[in-house]
């Protein structure tokens, strides 16, 4: 059981050095659309993937994150040395919330309250072997099945492996809402994936 | 089941498997997780969520289309300063030339014509560069339109008090491109009416401007992963520039020219 947590230790180390390489730094003055181009385009996944998790539509998505790169663009002369990952994130989080929120007043969806979704946590005990062998649909619809504030930590967590201080920068809560969003959203993925794991048994 | 564990310690669970305790956290954690099933369990359930998400969950990268399209604009950008400081200067000796030139040539009345036709060929490719910039910079934030309508009826009254001329604004949205807006623009020294039509998620950005086109078939272009075509109609030349894939821009254009002209609202 401890092989898999010093693995994924390793894993996130990792990611910490990529991350504080491409934040090096640059010499060269004034910030140049090649500086941007070097520094930005290697985020585009990532970029692409919070936004079509946070939207659940590909063009959208794909839209999202061309603006996104466009304001980022303009702004780019504000970004130091920082990290460029959690600054871009940050801006197309941004994006994407606009346009939910342009959906939500057409749509008037339930918006997010941390205490309502919370208490809603208690599910079937979770049944890990079905965890295990869930499929892609269904592991793609529980993800999309998450309020937008588990669902975008828990995608920047397990699929791009970022750490809890990266995930509130780009989300801009506390590390401890960090960790509190990721639980929930752990322990309601576990709960959904086991749910439909027996209807499919059945 | 084993009844869920009521220690601080099970909120660190997560960090743990993340990887985000400090050693002595970890230490103090992993000695509890090692007495404590509930806890134990929980951690395997971590896991087990993990193990399956890594395998089979949907990555979702950037489709390449995307990236070919950030690409292109992140380069563009690079060009749009010095096309700006480049245009006025072109513009200015293409005026000084054509001044000097329509003076002869209506001294001796003849090759109007010709003066138009070559006036027109020389800047056509800075006017191209120049209408993609300036679809580019409408698709950023807030400058996409001036004046947010659907209905053609506003639009074109909004035109008449801020352009000497009243392009066409053909309502499109039963074929599916409905009208999002409208703005004042700047191009190549004109003053320029933009109409901004939608597909989809798509933009249509249909620039126009006083001047001479051919008036045969509209020409096709190809610039910085947009397409671009432009046509000419009564005495007014129009560039529609979008994302959206050759069959259903020609489509839009087809329509744009040949929907009836708007009957003056309240003008000449």
């Known amino acids: ?202 | 089941m084993t009844a869920p564990c009521q220690s601080d310690e099970r909120a660190m669970l997560h960090a743990l498997a993340d990887g985000e305790l400090s050693q002595a956290e970890r230490e103090r954690v992993e000695a509890h997780v090692a007495e404590c099933a509930s806890c134990r369990s929980e951690l395997d359930g971590i896991d087990a969520l993990h193990a399956a998400v890594e395998e089979r969950l949907p990555r979702h990268d950037a489709p390449a289309e995307l990236r070919a399209r950030v690409k292109s604009m992140v380069r563009h950008a690079d060009d749009a300063p010095r096309l700006r400081a480049t245009v006025p200067r072109w513009q200015m000796r293409a005026w000084r030339w054509g001044a000097i030139a329509a003076t002869a040539l209506l001294a001796v009345a003849v090759g109007h014509g010709l003066y138009l036709r070559a006036r027109l060929i020389a800047p056509q490719e800075v006017a191209l560069q120049e209408v993609v910039s300036n679809h580019v910079r409408a698709l950023m934030p807030g400058h996409l339109y001036d004046v947010q309508s659907t209905d053609e009826h506003n639009v074109k009254p909004w035109f008449a008090g801020r352009l000497d001329f009243s392009p066409d604004v053909p309502d499109l949205s039963a074929a599916g491109f409905p009208l999002l807006g409208a703005r004042v623009d700047y191009v190549t020294s004109h003053p320029a009416a933009a109409l901004v039509y939608g597909r989809r998620h798509h933009v249509i950005n249909v620039l126009s401007w006083r001047g001479q086109a051919p008036s045969g078939s509209p020409e096709e272009f190809d610039r910085n992963g947009y397409h671009v075509v432009r046509w000419g109609r009564d005495g007014t030349v129009y560039w529609a520039t979008s994302d959206l894939a050759w069959p259903e821009l020609r489509e839009f254009v087809r329509l744009f020219r040949a929907a009836p002209p708007a009957p003056e609202p309240g003008g000449p």
């Open chain 1, 1 to 202: 059981m401890r092989v898999p947590f010093a693995a994924r230790r390793r894993a996130q180390t990792d990611a910490g050095e990529r991350s504080a390489d491409d934040a090096s730094p640059r010499t060269r003055a004034p910030a140049s659309a090649s500086d941007f181009e070097s520094r930005a385009l290697p985020h585009l996944d990532a970029a692409y993937r919070l936004a079509r998790y946070l939207l659940g539509d590909d063009a959208d998505a794909a839209d999202a994150v061309q603006e996104a790169y466009l304001r980022a663009l303009r702004a780019f002369d504000q970004l130091r040395a920082d990290d460029a990952r959690a600054w871009l994130l940050t801006i197309v989080r941004h994006t994407c919330y606009t346009a939910l929120a342009a959906r939500r007043s057409r749509d008037t969806e339930e918006s997010f309250d941390e205490d309502v979704h919370s208490s809603t946590d208690a599910g079937d005990s979770p049944d890990d072997e079905l965890i295990r062998r869930a499929t892609r649909e269904s592991l793609e619809r529980a993800v999309a099945a998450l309020p937008a504030e588990y669902r975008e930590a828990f995608v920047l967590r397990e699929v791009d492996g970022m750490s809890y201080k990266e995930i509130a920068t780009i989300t801009r809560v506390p590390i401890g809402t960090v960790m509190s969003r990721l639980a929930r959203a752990r322990t309601r993925l576990r709960s959904a994936l086991t749910r439909e794991g027996e209807e499919h048994v059945r």
